[in-house]
């Protein structure tokens, strides 16, 4: 036998984990995926790597991430005999041998992250745990508009929280888009890579924008840089990791 090279999909609810990365106190994505590759594959030992971090009560629909495996149990039953052993806000959608040299986080070309606002000022039981709450009218034509001006190449140093370490907070955003589905006002944003709460302080400031608390433009304060002309850091439970593509 011979080491493959395995492309998982995943789909998470994070509402009870404290994000992707395994930590040794708390429940993470991927230590719940090693423990069962564990399992299955009768190791002491094994290291499944994401695509990037979700932070805590984040939530993925196309979690990308691979591990490496020497196993005779063919590719394509992976994800039923994963599931089997994983909790079940866990779901491994697929599984594929990749080329040996396929690494999901310094591979990845574009990530897409979807946004779930939930405008009412009643809460939904349903809802709750995958949308924020906006209780205040928003002006989504003016929304719609400003979210435009995210697309390019642009220093988002004022999209930031602090914490994070890196230093180029340079990122071409390809796509993005506000529109309503059912209940729900979406924000979509498509983009080479992401700074620390990037997505959640882009939909704070897409809030405050639309309720007319921020006077300002998008426009404007990607230029000006600061984290203080930006709005609030929208909380965790609405974001999700749509897709990664490579």
């Known amino acids: 036998?011979?080491?493959?090279?395995?492309?998982?999909?995943?789909?998470?609810?994070?509402?009870?984990?404290?994000?992707?990365?395994?930590?040794?106190?708390?429940?993470?994505?991927?230590?719940?995926?090693?423990?069962?590759?564990?399992?299955?594959?009768?190791?002491?030992?094994?290291?499944?790597?994401?695509?990037?971090?979700?932070?805590?009560?984040?939530?993925?629909?196309?979690?990308?991430?691979?591990?490496?495996?020497?196993?005779?149990?063919?590719?394509?039953?992976?994800?039923?005999?994963?599931?089997?052993?994983?909790?079940?806000?866990?779901?491994?959608?697929?599984?594929?041998?990749?080329?040996?040299?396929?690494?999901?986080?310094?591979?990845?070309?574009?990530?897409?992250?979807?946004?779930?606002?939930?405008?009412?000022?009643?809460?939904?039981?349903?809802?709750?745990d995958i949308s924020y709450q906006v209780k205040y009218d928003l002006d989504v034509e003016k929304m719609k508009r400003e979210v435009k001006f995210l697309i390019g190449k642009h220093d988002f140093c004022g999209f930031m929280s602090s914490g994070s370490s890196i230093k180029n907070t340079v990122r071409e955003i390809f796509d993005a888009s506000v529109f309503e589905q059912d209940e729900l006002l979406i924000i979509e944003v498509c983009g080479s890579g992401f700074l620390y709460n990037m997505v959640r302080i882009i939909a704070g400031t897409m809030v405050d924008i639309g309720r007319g608390k921020i006077d300002e433009s998008m426009k404007q304060i990607i230029e000006s840089k600061d984290r203080g002309r930006a709005g609030h850091t929208a909380p965790p439970q609405g974001l999700f990791l749509k897709y990664v593509e490579y």
Request: net charge positive; glycine share 8%; charged share 25%.
């Open 1 to 128: 036998m011979s080491e493959k090279n395995i492309k998982i999909i995943v789909a998470y609810n994070g509402k009870n984990f404290n994000g992707w990365q395994k930590q040794k106190d708390s429940l993470g994505i991927q230590g719940e995926l090693e423990f069962a590759c564990k399992s299955v594959f009768s190791l002491k030992d094994i290291e499944v790597i994401g695509s990037g971090r979700t932070d805590a009560g984040v939530h993925a629909l196309g979690q990308v991430a691979n591990f490496k495996v020497d196993t005779t149990i063919p590719t394509e039953k992976f994800p039923e005999i994963l599931n089997n052993r994983l909790p079940k806000d866990i779901s491994v959608l697929s599984a594929e041998e990749v080329a040996g040299d396929f690494h999901s986080r310094h591979t990845a070309k574009r990530k897409t992250y979807r946004y779930q606002i939930y405008r009412s000022k009643i809460r939904s039981p349903f809802l709750k």
